[in-house]
């Protein structure tokens, strides 16, 4: 997909606001606007026809620094991609980044000052690849819409499906698994985003037969595949309001059973948060099943304040690593850092480790430098249906070759 076409450049400096500017113009952007501050900023968009593609926010100006700007962007529900550029130190660059992903902004990269023409164009290339949801608002269900009965209705007929990410060995580049996502297109209502329904699940006291209802399809189709000879690891989220239900393990364990799927087949992900929440109950059902030899993952590791008690006391078999602490970490060294403290960690605790967020080229050297096992993002493969998987792999194998082969190389 094609860069943006149109990008506002917003910073105090003019050196710095030219040479963006050219570096936008030498990467193929037909119009590039400028402003001075934020307040200057805001008064362009509400102006400009075309509206910009791609925002480049300083952080440090006068009148309304970038940070206002950012949170002014997120009040006005202005929907447009940014790059975060600062000549401040990387925490604090990274710490801006997080904020906005935090409040479900757009936020394409947070990058040094001055650009470099690589970076920039990295940056190119993330938005014009960002799933159309992170653009502007879809077509997509408001939250008021999703109503109790209507979720219920889908679940029961089977509209909310698995969609399947891949994930990639990262030392030999080869297929290893996938992660099952729920999707659910009302006839209605049409795509309804999962951050809307699911939280409505467990609002409404669905979440358990939404989870089954998920659970039952990723065994049915992973039965088909293992009959096929393409046998993958599925990794299927628990939401925490399950960990309070006992009933939950033998569940699983019939319906594993009935589909002649193994249960070492299937890793349940738990994010940290889960356990805090819930820790009386949810100590014992993964204790449970990981006796009955499901995996365990950790998921979103680092994001919370307890990961490494979470690690202490529960038989976690795979540590899943935070997109924030994986995308861009080649170019910050706090976030280098803690990446690679976090693989050796797992790595001396005998842990698979799964990075998220992995997005360019430079990011799954890093991973392969860093010894960690499995990747998925982006570079890698979007949530796909199950009948997609296969074309998928077909049609992928040269790239995934490529991948493969800088592998080895760095063996």
């Known amino acids: 997909m094609p860069g943006p076409s149109c ?4 910073d105090d400096s003019v050196s710095q606001r030219m040479h963006t500017v050219a570096l936008c113009r030498s990467l193929g952007a037909a119009q590039v606007l400028e402003a001075e501050d934020g307040e200057r900023a805001l008064q362009q968009l509400s102006q400009a026809s075309p509206r910009p593609d791609l925002l480049v926010i300083d952080l440090e100006m006068p009148v309304m620094d970038g940070i206002e700007f950012i949170q002014q962007l997120r009040v006005r529900q202005l929907h447009i991609p940014f790059v975060v550029a600062s000549s401040r130190e990387g925490a604090l660059v990274s710490s801006v980044e997080m904020m906005a992903r935090a409040q479900g902004l757009p936020v394409v990269a947070g990058v040094r000052k001055p650009l470099s023409p690589a970076v920039l164009r990295e ?6 690849h960002m799933a159309p949801a992170q653009h502007a608002a879809p077509a997509c269900a408001p ?14 007929r089977g509209r909310i499906v698995p969609h399947y990410q891949p994930k990639l ?3 030999t580049g080869l297929l290893r698994g996938a992660e099952v996502l729920a999707r659910w297109t009302d006839e209605h209502l049409g795509v309804v985003a999962p951050d809307r329904f699911i939280p409505a699940a467990e609002a409404h006291g669905h979440i358990h037969a939404l989870t089954l209802s998920i659970l039952e399809q990723a065994l049915a189709q992973a039965a088909r595949w293992n009959a096929r000879g393409l046998k ?9 309001r399950l960990l309070e239900d006992a009933s939950l393990v033998d569940e699983i364990c019939a319906r594993a059973e009935r589909h002649g799927v193994p249960a070492s087949q299937i890793v349940l992900e738990i994010t940290e948060s889960s356990v805090v929440t819930y820790v009386g109950a949810a100590l014992g059902v993964l204790a449970r099943l990981r006796m009955r030899g499901f995996g365990l993952s950790i998921d979103d590791y680092g994001t919370g304040f307890s990961s490494m008690q979470q690690l202490a006391r529960i038989p976690f078999t795979e540590l899943k690593i935070d997109r924030s602490f994986v995308h861009g970490a080649h170019r910050q060294d706090n ?3 803690i990446l690679q403290s976090a693989l050796d960690m797992a790595r001396r605790l005998g842990l698979v480790t799964v990075a998220e967020g ?3 080229i430079e990011d799954w050297q890093l991973l392969q430098q860093f010894g960690c096992s499995v990747g ?4 890698i493969g979007k949530p796909m249906p199950a009948d997609a998987l296969l074309p998928w792999l077909e049609a992928e194998q040269p790239r995934l070759s490529a991948l493969r082969a800088s592998a080895v190389a760095t063996t």
Not at 123 to 128: E, L
Not at 376 to 379: R, T
């Open 7 to 10: 990008v506002l450049v917003v």
């Open 123 to 128: 940056a190119f290339d993330r938005c014009g």
């Open 143 to 156: 939250a008021s819409a999703v109503d109790s009965r209507r979720l219920a209705d889908a679940i029961a």
């Open 169 to 171: 060995d990262i030392r």
């Open 232 to 240: 993958l690891s599925l990794a299927i989220n628990l939401s925490p």
């Open 335 to 337: 976030l280098r850092v």
């Open 358 to 360: 992995v997005e360019t």
């Open 376 to 379: 998925q993002g982006w570079l």
